[in-house]
Structures are given as C-alpha cells and as structure tokens.
C-alpha cells in the first residue's frame, strides 16, 4: 500500500479562487469610495475657486475705477475673474460669471450632486443653490439668486 501524505503548504483550486474573489470584491469596494472622495474634493475645489473671486473682485474694481467691475468675468488681467473662471469650469463643466458696474455673481455646478451648484457674488454671499439656477445665471448678475 502507497503511504501518500497530504502536503501542507498546497492550496487547491477552490482555496485560491475564494481568496482572489474576496480580493476582487473588497478592491471593489476601495474604489467607489475612492472616486466619492475624489469627487467631493472636486466641489470643495469649486467652492474654493469661487471664494477666491471675492478677493480678486474687490481688487480689480479698486484698479477699475469708476468702472467698478464691469469687465471682471471676462478679464485675464492680476486681477480678472476668468482664472478662477476656468478653474472651477475644469472641475465642473458649467460655471457662469456675470458682472455689471455696480457687482458681479459667479456659480459653477458641483461634481458630487450635479443638480446642485455653488453661487458667490460680490455682495460677500456664498451658498449652494440648483444647477438650473446657476444655468440660467445672466451675464449681467450681480447677485446670487
């Protein structure tokens, strides 16, 4: 009689499909949690981007005067809004900036919920509002809506 003995480091076929399928499903699961994380830094960089204008807003109507801020979205100058513009419009794909002497408003959609967006404006306000809103922002805002 064949004295066999079962080796003890051997896995069978079973054995390493079970691991390489739990493998699969918790690298899975690593994933969608990472694209949400990503995602809400997009917003959080929208929102950012957005906030920054204020500063440059206040800037560029200080070195416009009397003008105030009439031209400010569409300036590439120090102080223009159309970098941060373009900023937020890279991360989102919808931003609208408008301006008049008298103020400017600027939103741009989020990332994570794309029927909600972020709206500033010169007045110092700063708040989430709907993405349809934002669309139809004109280019003579000077305030959020």
């Not at 989020?110 to 967006?117: E, G, L, Y």
């Amino acid at each position: 009689m064949l004295n066999r003995r079962k080796s003890l480091t051997g896995f069978t076929l079973i054995e390493l499909l079970v691991v390489v399928s739990i493998i699969g499903l918790l690298a899975g699961i690593v994933l969608v949690s990472v694209r949400t994380a990503r995602n809400k830094a997009k917003d959080v960089s929208i929102q950012s981007n957005l906030a920054n204008m204020r500063a440059a807003g206040e800037m560029y109507a200080d070195a416009n005067s009397p003008n105030g801020y009439a031209g400010f979205c569409t300036n590439t100058g120090t102080y223009g809004g159309q970098r941060m513009i373009t900023a937020a419009n890279d991360q989102s794909g919808l931003t609208r900036c408008g301006n008049a002497s008298g103020g400017w408003a600027a939103c741009a959609r989020m990332v994570q919920n794309t029927s909600n967006a972020w709206c500033v404006d010169s007045d110092g306000s700063s708040r989430g509002i709907t993405n349809a809103v934002c669309a139809n922002l004109a280019n003579t805002a000077v305030s959020c809506p």
